[in-house]
């Protein structure tokens, strides 16, 4: 089974308490805790890292990929750190603030493309503005190898309640036109289906949960599970082991059992593995 | 039990007005029939979402066109009392966003007069609709831990470190700061969980923007029930809301976190064995049928509206309902009054 190391900042997870949190979150603002996480994953046999970029991760990642053969699948925007930057700056000051972090000829590439979009940003069109920081973000993971393109999915989420098809068919035409392959991550894969239609099989990879306690599996577990079904290979196995209470090898049991090819596991999912295994 | 969908408006397309939208058009028993904002540039962006309902400027051009069973209050918390006329006045049921109001005279008014309308009315406190907060309530009242004592409470969220700009940090518009804007979520879940506040000790600083930051509250309940929040807004570490209350009985202890419930329990009760006993969110059936936002909120936006639905087709209040908001409030206005008087204790008739 492919297994793939889940990354995003401490302080955008849910924690068992106040203490946990903090301890947690002082951890892995640190690159090297980062880095012996990808470590473990590794030797556990992962060999790509589904990662929202914060300073500390694309610092350990970008050190991580120069001696090891891991994937970045990087799940842009950062919207956390985008909503803040918003009530901060403003939408312009939080779109400058990500442009000015580019290289010349980012800025030239991502300049003369927003310029033929000033309409729909002026009109705050939510797929040009989603992409555009999209663009922006990608553009700046210079120095990191991106296997995989998928949108956040609190965009995500949004996109597909709304019915947004063209968002994610840009998506997967940005991916194409870099290279790479496109995916997708969601807590609705039944909607994802029902929206995007044959136009799924444009992502190379849908990240979703599966857990034997159907837990985040909306809207119930029997449905997703027959969706994975009929297509495991397209289908990656999130949530595994539904919030820390299913021991990870009855968690990738599980996702075997299913017939997928793919399991995401969290830091704390690597650790316990990782345990589990040197004991 | 009527099988039409329940036909919606949503009044203010700011950022909940659109999280509502997008609810309302994936739940199966409901209909939008359009959105409310004066700002018609609107529109273009609500299309863009997907959002495919028509933008009205006023409630009452709404009403022209469409007949709406309930209005969604989505708008800055100041103008909350005047939509709610208007929208009372199309007997429509109402969803307040939280806070109710910006002060408890407001709040009183709006549930008084969606009382006299006899509709069906709610207010947007979403994490109390997390599967395992109503667990928490259950247990609660089952008796588990006996009699309640006491309780601590916290609400940390990483979101104001410097001075802000927008309505959302004007206190005549927004009703306060961290305490009526952020902590008020785990105040409406200790009012639901240990009734009405009678007395309020409270201190607020403002140490970042212009409204209050942290707030410390001593908090005494009708039930004699007392308990301490400590909460901030510039709380490095959480970029969502961490929210914890752990409830002292006479008979165990319950402490409940973002997705677990920790209880002990002196002797066995309410089908929890003697001693420690963990519940996991992923215990608890969820019954949603979309995740709007997985980071904030999860399922309980979903379960929200559904809880919304099920009473206005019922015709009975939700647990809720406007009334409970006003316990809030109430909580709310007295932290400000006894923070504003140096720590006096207030009284809440």
């Not at chain 2, 306060?176 to 240990?194: E, K, Q, T």
Request: net charge neutral.
């Amino acid at each position: 089974m492919n297994l793939v190391l889940e990354l995003r900042p401490p302080e955008s997870r849910l924690y068992g308490s106040w203490e946990e949190r903090l301890a947690a979150v002082s951890r892995f603002s640190r690159p090297d805790e980062v880095h012996a996480v990808c470590e473990k994953a590794h030797a556990l046999g992962a060999r790509a890292v589904l990662a929202v970029l914060d300073d500390s991760i694309r610092e350990a990642l970008v050190a991580y990929q120069r001696w090891r053969d891991m994937a970045l699948w990087a799940v842009v925007p950062n919207m956390f750190a985008f909503i803040r930057d918003l009530t901060d700056l403003g939408m312009v000051g939080a779109a400058r603030a990500r442009f000015t972090r580019l290289g010349p000829g980012a800025m030239m590439k991502i300049g003369l493309g927003a310029v033929t979009q000033v309409p729909a940003v002026l009109k705050k069109d939510f797929a040009t503005g989603a992409l555009l920081v999209m663009d922006m973000e990608l553009a700046a993971l210079r120095g990191l190898r991106v296997s995989r393109l998928f949108l956040h999915p609190q965009l995500t989420e949004i996109g597909l309640a709304g019915g947004v098809r063209q968002m994610f068919t840009a998506v997967a035409d940005r991916a194409a036109r870099a290279g790479i392959e496109a995916g997708l991550v969601t807590n609705n894969p039944l909607r994802a289906a029902e929206v995007l239609g044959p136009d799924l099989k444009r992502f190379a990879v849908v990240v979703a949960p599966a857990n034997p306690k159907g837990w985040k599996m909306f809207p119930d577990r029997t449905s997703c599970e027959r969706l994975y079904r009929a297509d495991p290979a397209r289908w990656a196995a999130a949530e595994i082991t539904a919030g820390g209470t299913v021991p990870p090898r009855a968690a990738l049991e599980h996702v075997e059992s299913l017939g997928l090819g793919t399991a995401v596991l969290d830091a704390r999912a690597v650790d316990a593995a990782f345990r589990a295994a040197a004991a | 039990m009527s099988s039409s969908p329940l036909r919606c408006a949503v009044v203010g397309a700011g950022r909940m007005g659109m999280v509502h939208g997008h609810l309302l058009q994936v739940h199966p028993d409901t209909e939008i029939v359009g959105f409310v904002d004066r700002d018609a540039s609107l529109g273009p962006h609500l299309a863009s979402q997907g959002l495919k309902a028509p933008l009205y400027p006023s409630l009452a051009a709404l009403s022209e066109k469409a007949a709406a069973d309930a209005v969604f209050v989505c708008t800055p918390t100041h103008t909350h009392l005047p939509v709610v006329r208007e929208a009372l006045g199309c007997r429509a049921h109402l969803f307040v966003e939280k806070p109710v109001a910006t002060s408890r005279d407001d709040a009183e008014a709006i549930l008084r007069l969606a009382n006299e309308a006899r509709v069906v009315h709610a207010v947007g406190y979403v994490y109390a609709h997390l599967p395992i907060v109503g667990e928490a309530q259950r247990i609660l009242a089952s008796g588990a831990i006996g009699e309640v004592l006491r309780f601590k409470a916290h609400a940390y969220v990483s979101e104001v470190f410097s001075e802000k700009k927008g309505w959302f940090f004007q206190k005549e518009l927004s009703g306060g700061g961290v305490v009526a804007n952020m902590s008020s979520h785990l105040l409406f879940i200790v009012g639901w969980l240990l009734g009405p506040i009678r007395r309020v000790v409270a201190h607020t600083r403002s140490h970042a923007s212009t409204v209050d930051d942290s707030a410390q509250a001593l908090l005494t309940f009708a039930s004699g029930v007392t308990g301490i929040l400590d909460t901030s807004w510039s709380t490095p570490g959480t970029q969502m809301l961490d929210y914890g209350l752990t409830v002292d009985g006479r008979k165990g202890t319950l402490v409940l976190a973002r997705e677990r419930i920790l209880l002990h329990l002196l002797e066995a009760g309410g089908g929890f064995e003697q001693g420690w006993n963990e519940i996991h969110a992923s215990d608890l059936p969820s019954d949603t049928a979309y995740d709007v936002s997985p980071h904030i909120g999860g399922e309980a936006f979903y379960r929200q509206l559904d809880t919304f639905v099920r009473a206005c087709r019922a015709g009975t209040q939700p647990f809720c309902s406007l009334a409970e908001g006003v316990n809030t409030q109430r909580m709310i206005d007295a932290i400000y009054a006894s923070a504003a008087a140096g720590g006096t204790p207030v009284d809440v008739a």
